[in-house]
């Protein structure tokens, strides 16, 4: 145990003494959570070019109040009010006559002009609209523009053009539009917790309001330090492993230490590399939760359960990869044999949404009971605002430690017959035997 832990003191040191070391531990928050970073920097800071859209009105009606309503935006609505600066493009409506004696060589016009940049998107109001019948077509409102998909002007005229038609069937039905507005009147559902009560005072607490990002944050950010937690270990030990294979080095340290505590010397380095970056992530997130007044929504009491699944975790893979490392010769012989281990790392980072969404379901349940996919989903199930079974996260941690068990038994048996092996590329059967004869 000495030597393996002197081995583990070295690989340690030579790993958080590095300048890469320190550039990872900066870097790696924002390249996992750069996506969201990156969308609200440049929240206010997209095309501000104004957009011009043609709209052919066959209603004759439709079209007036959408170039009101545009106006209006226009001058309230694009500008930051602190500072005046322009944040969002203008909206102009150009209204065109239809040309009904040639309505498809209109639209081809106006797709034409789009395409050279005049106009930046065309309206076709269909002459039904206001009292759609039988004919479909005629009751449509077709928008056209080179990506109708991600495209906030479309999203934005529904409204406009939906009061405006609702106002027109009010005033020919000679009703009371305000009247109808108040028996029309869409009310909203707040989303609340449930209700409390306070272990100090035993006082009944009123349920607070829940949005997405606090339902999401918690979730989000263990899947994630969970898997950074991971890679910093699993990937650097194959590559070690492999440059020491190939190098003969490894042949030099096994000539004062066994396998058994060479790996496990290396093991417990790169864990240890791993728990230390965790560790400078979870102090200061909970500083700047702290200080941006959210610390509320830490999950503090899953912690623990953060720190037991995680060391599971890397034990479990961290042995694996070791394994894939020692029997193979070269990088490209490793790529093969590793892809079955990415299934299990990578599939737990796909599914972990639904699973947040609904961790009751059966789905759910027993994806978080297979020992590979415990780690990540069972913390996902447990930081979501429904409550679980608590038998089930004890489970999944003793289905864990008896994998992981057995896991780096067997790549320890591996370990010993594959690192001093040469030349011949492994096969899926030579390791199976490795793990089971030794």
Known sequence: MRKALLIAARDYNAAVRTKGFIIGLVVLPFLLGGSIIIVKLMED???????????????????????????????????????????????????????????E???????????????????????????????????????????????????????????????????????????????????????????????????????????????????????????????????????????????????VLLGSARPSQLMAGKLLAAIGVSITMVSVYIVAGTIAAHY????????????????????????????????????????????????????FLMLPMLVWFPVMREPTRSFATWLSLFPPFTPILMLVRMASPVSIPMWQPWVGLLGVTLFTIAAVWAAGRIYRVGILMYGKPPKLTDILRWALRG
Not at 80 to 103: H, M
Not at 217 to 229: E, T
Not at 301 to 310: D, N, Q, R, S, T
Request: charged letters at 30%; aromatic letters at 8%.
């Open 45 to 103: 800071r997209g095309d501000t070019r104004d957009r011009r859209i043609a709209v052919m009105d066959r209603t004759g009606e439709i079209a007036p109040a959408l170039v009101e309503a545009a106006e209006r935006r226009n001058e309230f609505d694009i500008y930051d009010r602190e500072t005046g600066r322009k944040v969002r493009p203008a909206y102009i409506f150009e209204i065109v006559e239809p040309a009904e004696a040639n309505i």
């Open 105 to 251: 060589g209109q639209r081809l016009e106006l797709s034409n002009r789009v395409r050279a940049g005049e106009i930046f998107a065309f309206v076709e109001i269909g002459r039904d609209v206001l009292y759609p019948g039988e004919d479909a077509e005629a009751a449509r409102i077709a928008y056209h523009s080179e990506d109708p998909v991600f495209d906030n002007v479309r999203n934005w005229m529904i409204s406009p053009i939906n009061d405006r038609v609702r106002s027109l069937r009010v005033a020919q039905a000679d009703l009371d539009e305000e009247i109808v507005n108040r028996l029309t009147r869409w009310m909203p559902i707040d989303g609340l917790g449930l209700i409390t009560v306070d272990e100090d005072t035993g006082e009944v607490k009123d349920a607070e309001r829940k949005n997405e990002w606090e339902t999401i944050g918690a979730p989000y950010a263990l899947v994630m330090l969970m898997f950074m937690l991971i890679m910093v270990t699993v990937n650097p030990l194959l590559h070690s492993t492999l440059e020491e294979k190939m190098h003969r080095i490894a042949e």
């Open 292 to 343: 941006m007044n959210i610390s509320e929504f830490i999950p503090y009491h899953l912690l623990p359960w953060f720190v037991i699944y995680g060391i599971s975790a890397l034990f479990m893979f961290g042995a694996l990869f070791l394994a894939v490392g020692s029997a193979c010769n070269d990088l490209k012989e490793a790529q093969s044999m590793m892809m079955p281990l990415w299934v």
